[in-house]
């Protein structure tokens, strides 16, 4: 190892993707090239055997008296358990999301205390806003928009499953973007902290 170079082949160099890395954004090339410090450039290098290692570089120039640079000061981290990681979530939630699309189904997470809602799925098939507006979308909002003959029953009904910790299963006519109603099946369960309160 001591007798690599920043750039020597033998690390076969790549980006975090796998696409190809250039001399450009080497880190080294980077702090020699501007003077200035880098923070979490993030690429991968390959063993013998082809396994891969992600890293995060911090780099530094370190200047003399007179102001002329010295030397290059570089910390390397191993991140390959978090790259893997965040790799595998977002391939659970892009089949997820393509799944409940597929089936024309909406999924969301609120968080009961702020009425915050995460949707995914497919929102504008089913409700004819963008996924961009039905983002600004919460309780409040989404309780307004079920038809005013069902909405006691449906909001009692949620009351009722948060208090009794039971599965929320109810059915309801729902006012799309043009004004129109659907009929909506909604199931949902809710999740408690240590103390027994909904959170989710």
Excluded at 23 to 35: A, D, G, R, Y
């Amino acid at each position: 190892i001591m007798s690599r170079t920043y750039d020597a082949p033998q690390w076969k160099t790549s980006s975090i993707d796998g696409g190809p890395w250039s001399e450009e954004q080497q880190p080294f090339m980077i702090v020699l090239k501007t003077k200035k410090p880098v923070t979490d450039i993030r690429h991968a290098i390959e063993d013998d055997f082809g396994h891969k290692k992600y890293l995060s570089i911090n780099g530094s120039p370190v200047f003399d008296r007179d102001g002329n640079l010295n030397s290059l000061v570089f910390l390397v981290t191993d991140i390959t358990e978090n790259v893997l990681k965040q790799k595998a979530l977002q391939d659970s939630e892009f089949k997820y999301r393509t799944i409940t699309e597929l089936t024309l189904s909406m999924v969301y997470d609120l968080d009961v205390k702020t009425g915050v809602n995460y949707w995914a799925g497919a929102i504008e098939e089913i409700t004819g806003f963008s996924e961009a507006e039905y983002s600004a979308v919460g309780f409040d909002v989404w309780s307004e928009l079920i038809h005013p003959d069902d909405k006691e029953r449906v909001i009692q009904q949620i009351e009722a499953c948060m208090k009794s910790k039971e599965n929320f299963l109810s059915e309801y006519r729902y006012r799309t973007k043009s004004g129109n109603y659907i009929l909506i099946e909604d199931n949902g369960i809710f999740f408690y902290n240590e103390l027994g309160e909904p959170i989710r």
